[in-house]
Nanobody, 117 residues
Framework: QVQLVESGGGLVQPGGSLRLSCVFS????????MGWYRQAPGKQRELVAR???????DIADSVTGRFTISRDNYGSTVYLHMNSLSPEDTAVYYC???????????WGQGTQVTVQG
């Protein structure tokens, strides 16, 4: 069974930075595409960034140039590096793991990011 535990959220001023972490517990982290999604109040959950086992990444247009994603395959951890944060980035951020071999997927519990002055 896979468990995902996010951390690193919090309150930050506009223009600030945060780094979110997601620790993967389970087998075969290297089989998983890891992603970060976010959901703002009243909005649908949306993809922010995802990264393959080989560290190829996709970044949503809304955060390109400000956010990056990385993974540590030895530590089974994925990171979301967020810079130049704006109030529009306020949301609950969720970690996702998608198994390339069998299609199974898992979600973390989410971490709140609030950007306000």
């Amino acid at each position: 069974q896979v468990q995902l535990v996010e951390s690193g959220g919090g309150l930050v001023q506009p223009g600030g930075s945060l780094r979110l972490s997601c620790v993967f517990s389970g087998n075969f982290f290297a089989y998983y595409v890891m992603g970060w999604y976010r959901q703002a109040p009243g909005k649908q959950r949306e993809l922010v960034a995802r990264i393959t086992p080989g560290s190829s990444s996709d970044i949503a247009d809304s955060v390109t140039g400000r956010f990056t994603i990385s993974r540590d395959n030895y530590g089974s951890t994925v990171y979301l590096h967020m810079n130049s944060l704006s109030p529009e980035d306020t949301a609950v951020y969720y970690c996702n793991a998608n198994n390339l071999r069998d299609g199974s997927g898992y979600w973390g519990q989410g971490t709140q990011v609030t950007v306000q002055g």
